[in-house]
């Protein structure tokens, strides 16, 4: 795979004790590589674990201080938020789960630290979506900004209805029913996935998926989504879950047998994989030759490394070279493919290409 020479971002991570001896220069290509990867938060907590914040030099420091304010009222506004969500969803019949960023936080997981959020996922029942979507609606969340054609293209293909926004606050609800589109190449069971979701201490009505299933969504998500501006604060997400998780030490078995059961290993196999090369997660050998049956072939590996090792790194100019591009493409494509057969995907790119863009609606003169 591609050196990390450029990367200073993912250096650091690995070893934050190198950036006691950074030039200013290099302070200042950090801090620009964070802030495109939406870690400058999270480094900063990294720099406070190792006892290095003293050394971030005044001129810098007030990046890091300002993303972690933000990060700690996003925090704040998210906790508040769901209070609101398992209000508006109190007749539901099902339990409120959680997903991602905003689990981590519900939960209290090392993951929370300096997570930056767009929005808040919940997973529901497929047959209490128009329940889900209609109490939503009467408590100030609606679907707003999409053309007529991107929502039947949700409501007809994919695992989510429409995002919702709220009239007042504008924050942005994702309710989904599935991890992955109905018409992706893999279907994991929604039904087992909310079988094991845990109760949040301390936020009655609020679940979140069970650890391994967590950590199986993250990589779902990361290597099923063809636009990766924020990939290596995704991949520091599953570096903090696995971590954790691993301190229970029947936690592998359970991941790569959970794996298998939910058609996700390939998924695991590309996440354990990158892990290890940005950020040196601890992974033991016997995970890793368990999760060597779902590599793909040498070829495909290799086109597969050169592209990741591109796409995973901060988005920005510091970490590109003349290849990213074609990478940026590829990662696109190929995640697609994945979640659309070609007589579906080919008309939708179609009309996302040459339709969408002439029936916007005009902004107002």
Known sequence: MKPLSRNLLSRTLRSPDIAAQFSMSEW???????????????L?????????????????????DAAETLADKQQTAVRWE??????????????????????????????????????????????????????????GWHATGLSEYDKRYYRRWMHEIPPMQHVQRATVIDVHHAILPDTARYHPDSAKLRSRA?????????????????????ATHLFHDGELPHGLRDLTDLDLLLRDAALDHHFWPRLTARADELQLSRSLFYALRYL???????????????LDAAAPNRVTLALMDRIFSRVLAPDHASCADSFTPAARLAAFVRAHWLRMPAHLLIPHLFHKAFVSPYQRTPKPA
Not at 28 to 42: E, F, I, S, T
Not at 98 to 114: Q, S, T
Not at 276 to 290: E, G, I, K, N, Q
Request: charge should be neutral; include cysteine; charged fraction near 20%.
């Open 28 to 42: 200042d290509m950090l801090v620009r590589q964070a802030r495109a990867a939406g870690l400058l938060a999270r």
């Open 44 to 64: 900063a907590h990294r720099f406070c674990q190792h006892g290095l914040t003293a050394a971030i030099p005044a001129v810098a420091r007030w990046h890091f």
């Open 82 to 139: 769901l209070q609101q969500l398992r209000a508006a969803l109190v007749d539901l019949g099902s339990p409120l789960i959680v997903l991602k960023g905003a689990a981590y936080v519900a939960a209290n997981l090392p993951a929370a630290a300096g997570r930056l959020f767009n929005d808040i996922d919940i997973l529901v029942p497929r047959e209490r979506l128009k329940q889900a979507e209609s109490s939503l609606m009467l408590a």
């Open 198 to 218: 845990v109760a949040v201490e301390g936020l009655p009505g609020i679940h979140v998926l069970a650890a391994e299933d967590r950590i199986l969504h993250s």
């Open 276 to 290: 290890r090369h940005f950020l040196d997660t601890p992974v033991p050998d016997d995970v890793t030759a368990t």
